[in-house]
Protein backbone atom coordinates (compact mmCIF):
# COMPACT_ATOMS: atom_id res chain seq x y z
CA UNK A 1 0.00 0.00 0.00
CA UNK A 2 2.80 2.10 0.92
CA UNK A 3 5.71 1.53 -1.82
CA UNK A 4 6.33 4.58 -3.56
CA UNK A 5 5.49 5.33 -6.90
CA UNK A 6 8.29 6.37 -9.83
CA UNK A 7 7.82 10.17 -8.70
CA UNK A 8 9.45 9.00 -5.28
CA UNK A 9 11.38 6.25 -6.02
CA UNK A 10 13.42 8.79 -8.80
CA UNK A 11 13.68 11.59 -6.45
CA UNK A 12 14.86 9.69 -3.58
CA UNK A 13 17.87 8.28 -5.81
CA UNK A 14 18.91 11.79 -7.04
CA UNK A 15 18.84 12.65 -2.80
CA UNK A 16 21.13 9.91 -1.55
CA UNK A 17 23.30 10.42 -4.68
CA UNK A 18 23.50 14.29 -2.80
CA UNK A 19 23.64 13.27 0.44
CA UNK A 20 26.74 10.99 -0.55
CA UNK A 21 28.42 13.75 -2.21
CA UNK A 22 28.25 16.87 -0.68
CA UNK A 23 25.87 16.69 2.64
CA UNK A 24 27.74 13.71 4.78
CA UNK A 25 31.56 15.26 3.36
CA UNK A 26 30.49 18.56 4.65
CA UNK A 27 28.92 17.88 8.21
CA UNK A 28 32.27 18.76 10.21
CA UNK A 29 32.54 22.08 8.62
CA UNK A 30 28.91 22.68 9.00
CA UNK A 31 28.96 21.76 13.16
CA UNK A 32 32.80 23.62 12.92
CA UNK A 33 31.23 26.98 11.51
CA UNK A 34 27.82 26.76 13.65
CA UNK A 35 30.13 26.94 16.58
CA UNK A 36 32.36 29.45 15.52
CA UNK A 37 29.73 31.92 13.80
CA UNK A 38 27.20 31.09 16.53
CA UNK A 39 23.42 31.69 16.17
CA UNK A 40 23.37 35.07 14.17
CA UNK A 41 25.91 34.24 11.37
CA UNK A 42 25.56 32.52 7.80
CA UNK A 43 27.14 29.41 7.61
CA UNK A 44 29.54 29.88 4.22
CA UNK A 45 29.23 25.57 3.40
CA UNK A 46 25.18 26.24 3.25
CA UNK A 47 25.29 28.53 1.04
CA UNK A 48 27.68 26.87 -1.32
CA UNK A 49 25.45 23.90 -1.33
CA UNK A 50 22.60 25.37 -2.14
CA UNK A 51 22.89 26.49 -5.83
CA UNK A 52 24.03 22.79 -6.42
CA UNK A 53 20.71 21.79 -4.90
CA UNK A 54 18.86 23.73 -7.27
CA UNK A 55 20.55 22.86 -10.14
CA UNK A 56 19.90 18.99 -9.05
CA UNK A 57 16.39 19.76 -9.46
CA UNK A 58 16.17 18.81 -5.41
CA UNK A 59 14.67 22.30 -4.37
CA UNK A 60 11.07 22.64 -2.74
CA UNK A 61 10.38 19.00 -2.51
CA UNK A 62 7.97 19.59 0.36
CA UNK A 63 5.39 21.72 -1.55
CA UNK A 64 2.24 19.82 -1.60
CA UNK A 65 -0.20 20.19 -5.03
CA UNK A 66 -2.12 23.90 -4.84
CA UNK A 67 -4.78 25.35 -6.69
CA UNK A 68 -3.37 23.72 -9.88
CA UNK A 69 0.39 23.90 -8.92
CA UNK A 70 2.23 20.74 -9.35
CA UNK A 71 3.78 18.98 -6.08
CA UNK A 72 4.52 15.74 -4.15
CA UNK A 73 1.51 14.58 -1.75
CA UNK A 74 2.28 14.13 1.93
CA UNK A 75 3.00 10.13 0.98
CA UNK A 76 5.31 10.68 -1.99
CA UNK A 77 7.35 13.09 -0.08
CA UNK A 78 7.55 11.27 3.48
CA UNK A 79 10.28 9.27 2.01
CA UNK A 80 12.13 12.14 1.06
CA UNK A 81 12.01 13.91 4.17
CA UNK A 82 13.42 11.10 6.04
CA UNK A 83 16.46 10.80 3.49
CA UNK A 84 17.29 14.66 4.17
CA UNK A 85 15.92 13.77 8.22
CA UNK A 86 19.66 11.71 8.24
CA UNK A 87 21.83 15.18 8.71
CA UNK A 88 20.66 18.12 10.41
CA UNK A 89 21.99 20.45 7.95
CA UNK A 90 20.32 18.73 4.74
CA UNK A 91 16.81 20.16 5.15
CA UNK A 92 17.75 23.85 4.51
CA UNK A 93 20.21 22.94 1.73
CA UNK A 94 16.99 21.58 -0.06
CA UNK A 95 15.06 24.98 1.41
CA UNK A 96 12.73 22.36 3.13
CA UNK A 97 13.68 23.14 6.44
CA UNK A 98 11.59 24.52 9.44
CA UNK A 99 10.20 27.06 10.01
CA UNK A 100 10.38 28.07 6.40
CA UNK A 101 8.61 25.16 4.80
CA UNK A 102 5.43 25.67 7.16
CA UNK A 103 5.29 29.92 6.61
CA UNK A 104 5.60 29.06 3.31
CA UNK A 105 2.40 26.54 3.49
CA UNK A 106 0.73 28.97 5.17
CA UNK A 107 1.22 32.19 2.55
CA UNK A 108 0.32 29.54 -0.62
CA UNK A 109 -2.68 28.43 1.28
CA UNK A 110 -3.73 31.39 2.81
CA UNK A 111 -1.85 34.65 1.68
CA UNK A 112 -3.39 37.12 -0.55
CA UNK A 113 -1.76 37.37 -4.06
CA UNK A 114 -0.01 40.62 -2.57
CA UNK A 115 0.91 38.66 0.51
CA UNK A 116 2.63 35.97 -1.77
CA UNK A 117 4.38 38.63 -4.10
CA UNK A 118 6.06 39.84 -1.11
CA UNK A 119 6.99 37.14 0.95
CA UNK A 120 6.34 33.76 -0.37
CA UNK A 121 8.21 34.36 -3.95
CA UNK A 122 11.35 35.07 -2.09
CA UNK A 123 11.27 32.16 0.56
CA UNK A 124 10.33 29.96 -2.60
CA UNK A 125 13.53 31.41 -4.39
CA UNK A 126 15.80 30.70 -1.56
CA UNK A 127 16.38 34.56 -1.25
CA UNK A 128 14.87 35.13 2.75
CA UNK A 129 14.39 33.01 5.58
CA UNK A 130 11.46 33.40 7.61
CA UNK A 131 10.76 32.93 11.26
CA UNK A 132 7.10 31.76 13.63
CA UNK A 133 6.32 33.24 16.49
CA UNK A 134 3.69 31.51 18.88
CA UNK A 135 5.45 30.17 21.79
CA UNK A 136 5.60 32.27 24.50
CA UNK A 137 7.51 32.32 28.29
CA UNK A 138 4.92 33.83 30.40
CA UNK A 139 1.95 31.50 29.29
CA UNK A 140 1.40 28.09 29.17
CA UNK A 141 2.27 27.51 25.67
CA UNK A 142 0.97 23.34 25.21
CA UNK A 143 -2.45 25.30 24.55
CA UNK A 144 -1.69 28.03 22.12
CA UNK A 145 -5.60 29.52 22.82
CA UNK A 146 -3.15 30.98 25.64
CA UNK A 147 -1.02 33.19 24.01
CA UNK A 148 -1.32 36.84 25.44
CA UNK A 149 0.70 38.60 22.99
CA UNK A 150 -2.31 41.57 21.89
CA UNK A 151 -3.47 42.69 17.75
CA UNK A 152 -5.00 45.44 18.30
CA UNK A 153 -6.38 47.23 15.03
CA UNK A 154 -5.58 51.05 15.11
CA UNK A 155 -7.14 52.38 11.68
CA UNK A 156 -5.06 51.46 8.73
CA UNK A 157 -2.85 49.63 11.12
CA UNK A 158 -2.58 46.84 13.78
CA UNK A 159 -0.50 47.57 16.62
CA UNK A 160 1.43 44.52 18.08
CA UNK A 161 2.85 44.10 21.71
CA UNK A 162 3.85 40.64 23.55
CA UNK A 163 6.93 38.74 24.12
CA UNK A 164 7.60 35.49 22.45
CA UNK A 165 10.23 32.76 22.89
CA UNK A 166 11.35 29.69 20.92
CA UNK A 167 10.61 31.91 17.70
CA UNK A 168 12.71 29.76 15.16
CA UNK A 169 14.45 31.42 12.57
CA UNK A 170 15.15 35.27 14.32
CA UNK A 171 18.33 35.26 14.92
CA UNK A 172 19.08 34.11 11.19
CA UNK A 173 20.24 37.33 8.91
CA UNK A 174 18.53 36.60 6.25
CA UNK A 175 15.35 36.27 8.08
CA UNK A 176 12.74 39.30 6.84
CA UNK A 177 9.67 37.62 7.76
CA UNK A 178 7.62 36.46 10.95
CA UNK A 179 4.19 35.24 10.89
CA UNK A 180 3.01 35.79 14.02
CA UNK A 181 0.26 34.62 16.17
CA UNK A 182 -1.58 37.06 18.83
CA UNK A 183 -5.08 37.64 20.02
CA UNK A 184 -7.12 40.03 18.38
CA UNK A 185 -10.60 39.44 20.41
CA UNK A 186 -9.53 38.32 23.65
CA UNK A 187 -13.19 38.48 24.75
CA UNK A 188 -14.53 36.10 22.21
CA UNK A 189 -16.93 33.28 23.49
CA UNK A 190 -15.32 31.13 21.42
CA UNK A 191 -11.47 30.82 22.76
CA UNK A 192 -11.06 29.64 19.39
CA UNK A 193 -11.88 32.52 17.57
CA UNK A 194 -9.82 35.03 19.47
CA UNK A 195 -6.44 34.16 18.04
CA UNK A 196 -5.11 35.57 14.70
CA UNK A 197 -1.71 35.18 12.64
CA UNK A 198 -0.09 38.24 10.95
CA UNK A 199 2.83 39.14 8.84
CA UNK A 200 5.33 41.04 10.21
CA UNK A 201 8.36 42.43 8.77
CA UNK A 202 11.88 41.40 10.56
CA UNK A 203 12.88 45.32 10.40
CA UNK A 204 9.96 46.91 11.89
CA UNK A 205 10.71 48.94 15.20
CA UNK A 206 9.76 47.73 18.13
CA UNK A 207 10.92 43.90 16.61
CA UNK A 208 13.75 43.46 19.02
CA UNK A 209 15.89 40.05 18.87
CA UNK A 210 16.72 39.70 22.35
CA UNK A 211 18.81 36.36 22.51
CA UNK A 212 19.40 32.94 20.97
CA UNK A 213 18.29 29.87 23.06
CA UNK A 214 20.22 26.72 23.21
CA UNK A 215 18.64 23.65 23.00
CA UNK A 216 20.71 21.46 24.94
CA UNK A 217 23.59 23.59 24.39
CA UNK A 218 23.35 23.52 20.52
CA UNK A 219 22.84 27.39 19.17
CA UNK A 220 21.28 27.56 15.72
CA UNK A 221 21.43 24.17 15.14
CA UNK A 222 19.23 23.72 13.25
CA UNK A 223 16.61 25.90 13.94
CA UNK A 224 17.86 29.19 15.73
CA UNK A 225 15.53 29.25 18.84
CA UNK A 226 15.26 32.84 19.90
CA UNK A 227 13.58 35.34 22.42
CA UNK A 228 11.95 38.22 20.55
CA UNK A 229 10.11 41.40 22.07
CA UNK A 230 7.60 43.11 20.15
CA UNK A 231 7.04 46.70 21.45
CA UNK A 232 4.63 49.00 19.77
CA UNK A 233 5.16 47.46 16.54
CA UNK A 234 2.92 48.78 13.62
CA UNK A 235 2.20 46.57 10.45
CA UNK A 236 -0.22 47.47 8.09
CA UNK A 237 -4.05 45.69 8.07
CA UNK A 238 -3.18 44.40 5.00
CA UNK A 239 -0.82 41.83 6.65
CA UNK A 240 -3.36 40.12 8.27
CA UNK A 241 -3.61 36.58 6.76
CA UNK A 242 -7.23 35.11 6.19
CA UNK A 243 -8.78 37.70 8.87
CA UNK A 244 -9.30 37.90 12.14
CA UNK A 245 -9.99 35.32 14.37
CA UNK A 246 -8.51 32.71 12.13
CA UNK A 247 -5.42 32.34 13.67
CA UNK A 248 -6.20 28.62 15.77
CA UNK A 249 -7.27 27.78 11.95
CA UNK A 250 -3.93 28.59 10.22
CA UNK A 251 -1.88 26.84 13.40
CA UNK A 252 -3.78 23.16 12.58
CA UNK A 253 -3.37 23.83 9.17
CA UNK A 254 0.44 24.56 9.24
CA UNK A 255 0.90 21.83 12.07
CA UNK A 256 -0.27 19.14 10.39
CA UNK A 257 1.98 18.74 7.18
CA UNK A 258 4.81 19.94 9.77
CA UNK A 259 4.51 16.97 11.82
CA UNK A 260 4.61 14.92 9.49
CA UNK A 261 7.89 16.47 8.20
CA UNK A 262 9.25 16.20 11.41
CA UNK A 263 8.44 12.81 12.38
CA UNK A 264 9.80 11.45 9.03
CA UNK A 265 13.29 13.19 9.71
CA UNK A 266 13.63 11.88 12.92
CA UNK A 267 12.98 8.24 11.27
CA UNK A 268 16.08 9.19 8.89
CA UNK A 269 18.06 10.15 11.88
CA UNK A 270 17.23 7.09 13.58
CA UNK A 271 17.95 5.12 10.88
CA UNK A 272 21.29 6.64 10.26
CA UNK A 273 21.72 6.17 14.03
CA UNK A 274 20.91 2.26 14.25
CA UNK A 275 23.70 2.11 11.52
CA UNK A 276 26.10 3.71 13.71
CA UNK A 277 25.45 1.87 16.38
CA UNK A 278 25.80 -1.56 14.63
CA UNK A 279 29.08 -0.42 13.07
CA UNK A 280 30.13 0.65 16.43
CA UNK A 281 29.42 -2.64 18.03
CA UNK A 282 31.14 -5.00 15.74
CA UNK A 283 34.19 -2.37 16.09
CA UNK A 284 34.93 -2.26 19.90
CA UNK A 285 35.40 -5.31 22.05
CA UNK A 286 35.73 -4.81 25.62
CA UNK A 287 36.43 -7.32 27.82
CA UNK A 288 37.13 -9.42 25.24
CA UNK A 289 33.92 -9.72 23.24
CA UNK A 290 32.73 -7.78 20.47
CA UNK A 291 29.28 -5.37 21.41
CA UNK A 292 27.64 -6.93 18.90
CA UNK A 293 27.74 -10.54 21.07
CA UNK A 294 26.49 -9.02 23.25
CA UNK A 295 22.60 -9.81 25.01
CA UNK A 296 21.98 -6.54 25.78
CA UNK A 297 23.44 -4.64 22.49
CA UNK A 298 21.69 -7.19 20.35
CA UNK A 299 18.08 -6.83 22.09
CA UNK A 300 18.95 -2.92 21.71
CA UNK A 301 19.56 -3.18 18.14
CA UNK A 302 16.77 -5.57 17.35
CA UNK A 303 14.19 -3.38 19.62
CA UNK A 304 15.52 -0.57 17.61
CA UNK A 305 14.46 -2.20 14.36
CA UNK A 306 11.51 -2.56 15.33
CA UNK A 307 10.53 0.48 16.86
CA UNK A 308 11.62 2.67 13.22
CA UNK A 309 9.18 0.39 11.05
CA UNK A 310 6.53 0.65 13.58
CA UNK A 311 6.87 4.69 13.51
CA UNK A 312 7.75 4.50 9.36
CA UNK A 313 3.93 2.69 8.92
CA UNK A 314 2.53 4.92 11.31
CA UNK A 315 3.92 7.76 9.57
CA UNK A 316 3.06 6.61 5.99
CA UNK A 317 -0.48 5.77 7.43
CA UNK A 318 -1.05 8.96 8.27
CA UNK A 319 0.81 10.93 5.52
CA UNK A 320 -1.97 8.71 3.32
CA UNK A 321 -4.85 9.71 5.08
CA UNK A 322 -4.00 13.53 5.20
CA UNK A 323 -3.72 12.94 1.41
CA UNK A 324 -6.97 10.89 1.24
CA UNK A 325 -9.47 11.85 3.78
CA UNK A 326 -7.84 15.18 4.92
CA UNK A 327 -6.10 16.42 7.55
CA UNK A 328 -8.67 16.78 10.42
CA UNK A 329 -9.89 13.08 9.54
CA UNK A 330 -6.40 11.96 10.22
CA UNK A 331 -5.85 13.95 13.57
CA UNK A 332 -5.92 10.64 15.89
CA UNK A 333 -3.22 9.31 13.17
CA UNK A 334 -1.29 12.37 13.34
CA UNK A 335 -1.23 12.63 17.31
CA UNK A 336 0.18 9.01 17.10
CA UNK A 337 3.21 9.89 15.14
CA UNK A 338 3.88 12.99 17.10
CA UNK A 339 4.06 11.01 20.19
CA UNK A 340 5.92 7.71 18.96
CA UNK A 341 8.57 8.70 16.49
CA UNK A 342 10.39 11.49 19.02
CA UNK A 343 10.34 9.33 21.91
CA UNK A 344 11.50 6.13 19.47
CA UNK A 345 14.35 8.34 18.28
CA UNK A 346 15.46 9.80 21.95
CA UNK A 347 15.69 6.53 23.08
CA UNK A 348 17.33 4.82 20.44
CA UNK A 349 20.03 7.94 20.41
CA UNK A 350 20.28 7.43 24.08
CA UNK A 351 21.37 3.74 23.47
CA UNK A 352 23.39 4.68 21.01
CA UNK A 353 25.29 6.95 23.41
CA UNK A 354 25.38 4.22 25.64
CA UNK A 355 27.27 1.94 23.39
CA UNK A 356 29.12 4.70 22.00
CA UNK A 357 30.47 5.28 25.55
CA UNK A 358 32.33 8.87 26.68
CA UNK A 359 32.64 9.47 22.90
CA UNK A 360 29.30 9.65 22.27
CA UNK A 361 27.99 12.37 24.73
CA UNK A 362 30.40 14.83 22.61
CA UNK A 363 28.79 15.30 18.89
CA UNK A 364 32.33 13.50 17.47
CA UNK A 365 29.65 10.90 16.48
CA UNK A 366 26.89 12.95 15.88
CA UNK A 367 25.05 11.65 19.02
CA UNK A 368 24.73 14.55 20.80
CA UNK A 369 23.09 17.10 17.80
CA UNK A 370 20.71 13.65 17.14
CA UNK A 371 19.92 13.50 21.21
CA UNK A 372 19.10 17.29 21.17
CA UNK A 373 16.75 17.32 18.33
CA UNK A 374 14.27 14.24 19.37
CA UNK A 375 14.11 15.58 22.70
CA UNK A 376 12.96 19.06 21.80
CA UNK A 377 10.70 17.30 19.14
CA UNK A 378 8.71 15.97 22.29
CA UNK A 379 7.62 19.55 23.00
CA UNK A 380 7.39 21.60 19.34
CA UNK A 381 4.48 21.38 18.10
CA UNK A 382 2.74 20.24 21.00
CA UNK A 383 3.96 18.20 23.56
CA UNK A 384 3.78 14.54 24.10
CA UNK A 385 0.88 15.23 27.01
CA UNK A 386 -1.40 17.37 24.80
CA UNK A 387 -1.14 14.08 21.87
CA UNK A 388 -1.71 12.14 24.03
CA UNK A 389 -5.17 13.49 25.75
CA UNK A 390 -6.38 14.17 22.34
CA UNK A 391 -5.79 10.73 21.27
CA UNK A 392 -7.49 9.69 23.84
CA UNK A 393 -10.09 11.60 23.83
CA UNK A 394 -10.57 10.14 20.50
CA UNK A 395 -10.52 6.69 21.36
CA UNK A 396 -13.43 7.47 24.26
CA UNK A 397 -15.73 9.06 21.53
CA UNK A 398 -14.68 5.97 18.96
CA UNK A 399 -16.36 3.68 21.43
CA UNK A 400 -19.06 5.87 22.80
CA UNK A 401 -20.01 5.40 19.56
CA UNK A 402 -20.12 1.76 19.11
CA UNK A 403 -22.57 -0.15 18.93
CA UNK A 404 -22.63 -2.59 21.43
CA UNK A 405 -23.94 -5.24 19.32
CA UNK A 406 -21.19 -5.50 16.73
CA UNK A 407 -18.47 -5.93 19.25
CA UNK A 408 -19.90 -8.69 22.10
CA UNK A 409 -21.60 -6.05 24.56
CA UNK A 410 -19.62 -4.53 27.36
CA UNK A 411 -16.87 -6.32 28.37
CA UNK A 412 -17.34 -6.15 31.77
CA UNK A 413 -20.77 -8.16 31.51
CA UNK A 414 -20.89 -11.64 30.86
CA UNK A 415 -23.94 -14.01 30.48
CA UNK A 416 -23.25 -17.90 31.43
CA UNK A 417 -26.00 -20.05 30.90
CA UNK A 418 -28.44 -17.51 29.53
CA UNK A 419 -27.78 -15.56 33.30
CA UNK A 420 -26.23 -11.91 33.05
CA UNK A 421 -23.99 -11.01 35.68
CA UNK A 422 -21.26 -8.89 36.18
CA UNK A 423 -17.49 -10.38 36.78
CA UNK A 424 -16.43 -9.65 40.02
CA UNK A 425 -13.31 -12.21 40.80
CA UNK A 426 -12.20 -15.66 40.89
CA UNK A 427 -13.86 -18.27 43.54
CA UNK A 428 -11.19 -18.41 46.49
CA UNK A 429 -11.57 -22.00 46.29
CA UNK A 430 -10.53 -21.75 42.42
CA UNK A 431 -13.92 -23.09 41.08
CA UNK A 432 -15.72 -20.68 39.00
CA UNK A 433 -16.63 -17.13 38.98
CA UNK A 434 -18.41 -14.86 41.51
CA UNK A 435 -21.34 -12.71 39.59
CA UNK A 436 -22.71 -9.60 40.97
Known amino acids: MFEPDATTTGLASRLKAFMAAHVYPNEARYYAEAERLGPWGVYPVMEELKPLARAAGLWN?????????????????????????RSLMAP????????????????????????????LEPLLAGEARSSFAMTEPDAASSDATNVACRIVRDGDEYVIDGRKWYTTGATDPRCRIIILMGKTAPDHPDRHRQQSMILVPRDTPGVQVLRPLPVL???????????VLFENVRVPAANMLLGEGRGFEIAQGRLGPGRIHHCMRLIGLAERTLE?????????????????EQSVTLERIADARLAIEQCRLLTFKAAHMMDTVGNKAARAEIAMIKIAAPAMAQKLVDNAMQ????????????????????????LADGPDEVHRNQLARFELKRHRNTDLRETGGDADVLSVDGVRGRFA????????????
Open 61 to 85: LFLPPHDGRPGLTNLQYAPLCEIMG
Open 425 to 436: HLHPEGEGYIWA
Open 92 to 119: EIFNCAAPDTGNMEVLARYGTPEQQAQW
Open 355 to 378: LFGGGGTANDHLLAAAFATARLLR
Open 276 to 292: RMCRRADRRSPFGQPLS
Open 217 to 227: GFYGVPDRASE
